[in-house]
């Protein structure tokens, strides 16, 4: 059986590592290299590094820490990229074919494209074709309005003439290899995830999905895998306040027969 795919999520905003609440509540939690380092060790399957620093200033203020304080977004990803033993996804600011190549060359896996996908849905395409459709992930923010999951732009803010089910056909067709779809009702809410907008996104495609949006305990990943047909589970908070959180969460739906990858801890230096 394929195995099913447990993600965290590590959100950069103007060089710190944030919690989220809603697309608008933010809350420094530390360096960009750290945490990346632990979710190494956990054993995490894969890792999303998304960079949500809306005026490109990059500054921990603070030059008297054992890790360096970057102002350039490209040498934190090739830190972050020395410092991970699974494959990244980066996203964020992706704007040019000419962004992408950079990010992979400095050690990124995958990319993943939100705003520009619905402002040039043809970039898709062109993206995939020069560095194949694996390597090309659509992010998808949808929100619950008058009974419609609709896709928001520019950071949750903007709502779109797309429901998220319809946009996820689209972007499959125009070539991208898989989908992140969050739901920014339930983005760090704890309450956990939207499985009605799981459902639809994952029955309307057939390329991956990741779901992500208000995991708060380990038994809301095994509700996303029982009810719905996503390819991976993603979070960012849960896994940012809790100790050994990767290695404990694969541990509860490893052991409650899941088919996850068995827990295990590395040793990152």
């Known amino acids: 059986m394929k195995k099913k795919r447990l993600i965290p999520i590590v959100l950069l905003r103007n060089g710190w590592v944030v919690q989220s609440k809603g697309f608008h509540e933010y809350k420094n939690l530390g360096n960009p290299f750290m945490s990346v380092k632990r979710l190494s060790e956990w054993a995490s399957d894969e890792l999303i590094y998304l960079d949500i620093t809306r005026d490109g200033e990059y500054d921990l ?31 964020g600011r992706i704007r040019t074919i000419q962004d992408i190549e950079k990010r992979l060359f400095r050690g990124a896996d995958k990319i993943s494209i939100n705003t520009q996908a619905l402002r040039e849905p043809s970039f898709i395409t062109n993206a995939a074709k ?50 992140l779809i969050n739901s920014i009702d339930r983005d760090g809410k704890k309450s956990g995830f939207e499985i009605p907008l799981l459902c639809s996104v994952a029955d309307a495609v057939h390329i991956p999905v990741i779901g992500c949006g208000g995991a708060g305990a380990w038994e809301h990943f095994g509700e996303v895998f029982d009810e719905t047909r996503v390819d991976a589970v993603a979070a960012a908070n849960i896994f940012q306040h809790v100790d050994q959180s990767v290695h404990l969460a694969k541990k509860y739906l490893y052991d409650h027969n899941y088919p996850v990858r068995p827990p295990e801890f590395f040793e990152v230096s």
């Open 61 to 91: 203020r603070r030059d008297d820490l054992r890790d360096p304080n970057r102002h350039d977004i490209l040498e934190i990803i090739e830190d972050v990229s020395k410092m991970a033993c699974m494959p990244i996804t980066f996203g």
């Open 130 to 179: 020069e560095f194949g459709a694996q390597c090309i992930v659509v992010s998808i923010d949808a929100k619950l309005e008058n009974g419609k999951y609709i896709v928001m732009a520019e950071g949750g803010k903007v709502p779109t003439k797309y429901e998220a089910s319809e946009w996820a056909k689209i972007v499959e067709n125009y070539g991208a290899g898989e989908i």
